[in-house]
Structures are given as C-alpha cells and as structure tokens.
C-alpha cells in the first residue's frame, strides 16, 4: 500500500513550519516558534519543533538552535516517551551517518540525502520517503511524502517531525561545512591549530 501527502510551508506571526494532509492520519502540523533575525544570528539556545495532529501522537523535538533545531544534544518525545537518538558524526559517507532512533522496542533509520533535499524513514515494514520541491500552491516549498508499507502514527510522526529539523550533519556535505565552520569560528574552549599541535 502506497500513499502520498503534501506538507506545505507555512508562516504566522508566532510560529512557523509546515502542514497539510497524511492520509486517513488527517491534517498534521510540524511547527516551531518564529524568531527575529537578531535572535537567528544567536547560537547555543534550544529551539523546539512541536507535531500536532488529530491522528499522531503528541511529539516534541528540541535541540541546538537557532531557528530549526539541530541534532547536537537533541530530545526528541513521542507521547511523552523519550526517543534515543544516535548517528556517528565521523562517517564520512551520508549512508554511514544514518540517524538510528529506538523507541519502546521499536527501530528506525533516518537517512539524508542530495544535500539534504531527500530523507528516509525506515522501520521494519515501513518506508517513508520525503522530497523538497515546489509547493503545489505555486509559491515556497513543500515536502512531498511517499509511505509504503503499513506506518503507523508513531513512524508518520517521525518522518513528519524531522521536516523541521536541521539534518544537514546527517550528509557528507554536512561534514565537510561543520569542518570548515570550526576551523573558521571555533567555540571559546576550542582551539584551532593548523599545525596540529
């Protein structure tokens, strides 16, 4: 069984993200609060995406901010249950850094891909993938989705909820700007040192 949705962006004067309909999951919303361009250029605060939806489990994500979170010390709650979260951040291949998530016997992997433009969700039995592209509305972006398999709330609320969720460390580009970003502006406790020393 294949079924697919559309998640548009939205914006309001509180929050942004994106919406639209999942299937017989109904209208779902992944948002997080919308910040001022001065409050974008500070970093080291959590951020928060929030999934609303009369057919998911309630589901929270926090993480290293501004704006969309991203995975460094990340939370991630499904029906206030704690997902663990786990990739390695010193494969250099996008399919080695694959995000693992478990979660009340449960597993899933999360992949990143073209630049972050393409992720999958894969469970046992289920696969969710999730493209950018032009919105339908013909203005902004939209994620389309393809479910296959039979998904449940909890696998629909995962792929959903990383929408809104910075995963570019998850591709090998990814690696390559965090690199040049600390070698550039290292934190305060870090020091750059081109000899190695």
Known sequence: MSV??????????????????????????????????????????????VLRGDRLPATTYCGIGPGRPGLERACLLVAGAPVELHFNARALRSRSRALHLAHQGRAWTYTVSDHGRNATLEGQDVRILLRSGKSSAGKGTSSYGTVE?????????????????????????????????RILTPRSTETFSPSGE
């Open 4 to 49: 697919t949705f559309e998640l548009q962006e939205f914006s309001n004067r509180r929050e942004v993200g994106r919406k639209g309909t999942v299937g017989s999951f109904g209208e779902v919303v992944a948002s997080r609060p919308k910040i001022s361009i001065r409050e974008s250029r500070r970093s080291g605060s959590y951020s928060e995406v």
């Open 149 to 181: 398999g039979e998904a449940d709330g909890v696998d629909l609320a995962l792929a959903v909820i990383f929408e809104e969720v910075q995963t570019t460390a998850l591709t090998s580009s990814g690696v390559v700007a965090s690199a040049l970003n």
